[in-house]
């Protein structure tokens, strides 16, 4: 039984994994998180409060940081600004969070010689053309296009370094598009579900054949958890599902699930320097550490999805009218 202190654990990623941790394992958890427009303390409701701490406060408060740290065992780094269009619209926030305070953490872990296991993304990568037989590996060079994805990129090489010149004991992995509930409604499953839900059609930016790679989100938590107890230290793990589709197949099926036309979507400006493609070979994970994913089947992932947010839009109606005044307001 150990006690973990996870960043960022009232986002979507990061409350999936306490709902995880606190089913899975004995572990106490101690959830650090500045409560951002995309945190959502709803998320982390029902669970137990002798298992559960909850901390307001920023991941670039050096003392806070320094306390948290010394009083738990390991450290699960969730934290971050994660929006590309968001990124294009003001870059600063990125930095500081995802840059400033993922060292701001290392330097505390490296004070108190804990374990950490930083979250990173796939897009460090940059983006394949749709018919490159490649998928993106643990040695595939970064060559990160947004500015989220640049200071996602960043704060893993701050990572490498601490390993390398400090010696600290982290972990890295670099995960692809996840789906599941707790999803903010800016992101583009969410986004277009709640659409439907509302009577509004789906946007998709451009032609729609962008490809992601989707992963649901309790898949996502299952190999974060079996990096944290079986990962060496200084490796990276690259964290997929083979959920390669395109947008364009994505709001069809959100549309035939609904009970919709397949042709009612709207397409939309397109998204600034768009990555193409992502996909992942997660061999590495699988062979090295045994992980394998349970939600094989996107679609019935996705209707559960559905499901989800059609019984809790109290948990996104909040944020739904404010999303959509940003993406009005550059014609997405
Ligand atoms: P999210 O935006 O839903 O949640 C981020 C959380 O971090 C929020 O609760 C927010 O309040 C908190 N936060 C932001 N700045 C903070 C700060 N300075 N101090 C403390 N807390 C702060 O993001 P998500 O989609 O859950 O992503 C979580 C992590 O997973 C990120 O590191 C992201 O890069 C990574 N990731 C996401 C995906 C994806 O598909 N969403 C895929 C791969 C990797
Ligand atoms: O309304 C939309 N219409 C649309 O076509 C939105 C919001 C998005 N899109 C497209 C853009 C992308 O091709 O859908 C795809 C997915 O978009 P996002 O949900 O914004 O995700 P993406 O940019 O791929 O990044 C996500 O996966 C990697 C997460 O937001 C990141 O945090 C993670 O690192």
Not at 74 to 99: G, K, M, Y
Not at 160 to 184: D, E, M
Not at 242 to 262: F, K, Q, T
């Amino acid at each position: 039984m150990a006690h973990i202190l996870v960043t960022g654990g009232a986002g979507f990623i990061g409350s999936n994994f306490v709902h995880h941790l606190v089913g899975r394992t004995e572990h106490r958890v101690t959830v650090l998180d500045a409560l951002t427009y995309a945190g959502n303390l709803a998320s982390l409701a029902g669970l137990p409060a002798e298992r559960v701490t909850f901390v307001k406060g920023d991941i670039s408060d050096a003392a806070l940081v320094d306390r948290l740290v010394s009083e738990t065992d390991a450290v699960v780094h969730f934290a971050a600004e994660s929006h590309n269009d968001n990124s294009l619209h003001d870059p600063r926030p990125f930095l500081q969070t995802n840059i400033v305070g993922t060292f701001t953490l290392l330097e505390a872990v490296r004070r108190h010689d804990r374990r950490f296991h930083h979250i990173s993304t796939d897009e460090v990568y940059g983006d394949l053309e749709l018919d490159d037989p490649r998928r993106f590996t643990e040695s595939t060079p970064y060559n990160p296009s947004s500015p989220y994805s640049a200071t996602k990129a960043g704060s893993d090489m701050l990572v490498r370094a601490w390993v390398r010149s400090f010696g600290i004991q982290a972990t890295i992995s670099n995960c692809s598009n996840n789906y599941g509930p707790y999803q903010h409604v800016e992101k583009f499953i969410p986004r277009q579900i709640t659409n439907v839900l509302r009577g509004q059609r789906p946007k998709l930016y451009g032609r729609g054949e962008n490809v992601r790679d989707w992963i649901h989100t309790e898949d996502h938590s299952s190999a974060v958890l079996t990096i944290l107890e079986n990962g060496v230290i200084g490796e990276t793990y690259l964290i997929g599902a083979d959920g390669e589709r395109s947008n364009m197949d994505v709001v069809g099926l959100i549309l035939r699930l609904l009970g919709e036309p397949a042709d009612a979507y709207d397409h939309v400006v397109d998204r600034a320097g768009h990555d193409l493609r992502y996909a992942i070979d997660s061999s590495k994970l699988r062979t090295e550490l045994g992980w394998a994913p349970a939600f094989g089947d996107f679609e019935s992932g996705l209707a559960a999805t559905i499901e989800w947010y059609r019984e809790n839009e109290s948990w996104w109606a909040p944020a739904k009218d404010a999303a959509e005044r940003f993406y009005a307001s550059k014609g997405q």
